[in-house]
């Protein structure tokens, strides 16, 4: 086969239905950057493209071709790379090119099990693919060093990945003309933080500056090294309490994932003052309300302390909900992860809108409070920063 015909080949057989993936690899050149391409069909606005993933070595482009068009990417790729190997339904093939552009074809039948998958967001079920190496997360024990995810850091995987996607869907939210300030508070060994940093800086490209804070310090020197070694440049690390964190005037977004009891109102009290955009939070135990809550009308609730402490935590997000409402802000409760795999399963989605309250929503809010005698540290903490006006004060 000339390599004339083995680019028409390839092409021809891309895009007629049965291409399930491929990867090319193995630069001509040392100092290409383009380590290797990954190749996948995906449909967009109904029709066949190919989509070509470029791995340079920290960052990832995607380019997608129209199927009429793939043979001439086809052609500048394989005069780059010399080795291909891609998958069909019927068929996997390997491909090596020598100096001379001399085509060695090496061809096994299949009858593959697999369907072609023409989604483009395919792999947007996980964001972090579940077989590519990633070094955070291999420093961070999550991976072993060939990309396998270890079974016992399998939850924290798909927590991980599941916040991202709510990050990705909150992009919009988020100023495109400057760099965009990102905060996780109570970070711990901060799988989120260096997972949202990748995703958000290496894979994306974005103009980011992202804070981790927590009261650990051996933890966080760890991060920090980790950070340094990776040479994250933009991810920084910091010793601290939130509630005492005064360092910043404004923040674009604040993410919490699983911070104790009331870390994660400190960090939406301090979200709201800085006038956050977006606030992605998972809370996580909740003791506060449980030791507030009296109510004759929910005595027969309350009186099972399973129940009583279930309860406390819906009711505590609830509430939580309801203030960043109060304030300004869109707001709403979502799952974060099924019930299989954590009981800690909701995240608040909060954006800005500036909105101001209504009378109505006030006296809605001040009603529940009162019947559960709750006394929120949110509350105490937004009026404090004057975020909040309740009725009860104006009388
Ligand atoms: C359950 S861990 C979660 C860590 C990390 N976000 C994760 O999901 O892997 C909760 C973290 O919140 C931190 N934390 C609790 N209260 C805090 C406070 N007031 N200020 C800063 N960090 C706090 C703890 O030190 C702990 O590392």
């Not at 909150?170 to 996780?184: G, V």
């Amino acid at each position: 086969m000339q390599f004339e015909e083995l680019v028409n080949e390839l092409a021809r057989r891309m895009t007629d239905g049965s291409f399930i993936s491929g990867t090319i690899s193995q630069s001509r050149t040392k100092s290409d950057e383009v380590k290797r391409v990954k190749v996948k069909p995906i449909e967009l606005k109904g029709e066949l493209h190919i989509q070509f993933e470029y791995q340079y070595e920290r960052v990832l482009q995607h380019e997608n071709i129209h199927s009429g068009d793939v043979r001439g990417k086809l052609k500048d790729l394989l005069e780059r790379f010399k080795q291909v190997h891609a998958e069909f339904l019927d068929e996997k093939i390997h491909v090596q090119l020598s100096k001379k552009f001399k085509v060695m074809w090496k061809s096994d039948q299949m009858h593959s099990k697999k369907v072609v998958d023409l989604s483009h967001n395919r792999k947007k079920q996980y964001l972090l693919d579940e077989t590519t190496p990633y070094p955070f997360l291999i420093r961070l024990g999550v991976q072993s060093p060939d990309g396998k995810v270890k079974k016992q850091k399998y939850d924290k995987f798909r927590q991980i990945n599941r916040f991202i996607e709510f990050i990705d869907d909150s992009l919009a939210h988020l100023p495109k003309d400057r760099t965009i300030r990102i905060l996780d508070f109570g970070s711990g060994k901060s799988y989120l933080t260096f997972a949202l940093y990748h995703y958000l800086r290496i894979e994306k490209g974005l103009d980011i500056y992202v804070t981790g804070l927590d009261l650990k310090k051996e933890v966080i020197e760890e991060c920090q090294q980790i950070a340094k070694d990776l040479e994250y440049d933009k991810l920084e690390f910091l010793v601290g309490d939130i509630n005492e964190y005064d360092k910043e005037n404004a923040v674009d977004m604040v993410v919490t994932l699983h911070a104790c009891d009331v870390a994660t109102d400190m960090a939406l009290a301090r979200a709201v003052r800085w006038g956050a955009s977006v606030i992605l939070s998972v809370p996580c135990c909740q003791h506060e309300l449980f030791s507030q809550i009296q109510s004759p009308e929910l005595q027969v609730m309350l009186k099972h302390g399973l129940i009583k402490e279930r309860f406390s935590a819906l009711a505590t997000d609830s509430i939580r909900a309801e203030l960043l409402t109060l304030v300004g802000y869109e707001t709403q409760l979502l799952e974060f992860i099924d019930m299989e795999h954590t009981p800690k399963n909701i995240l608040i989605r909060a954006y800005q809108t500036g909105k101001q309250a209504s009378l109505e929503a006030v006296q809605t809010y001040e009603a529940f409070r009162d019947m559960l005698g709750a006394k929120p540290f949110l509350e105490k903490e937004l009026l404090q920063s004057r975020h909040l006006s309740l009725n009860e004060q104006k009388k």
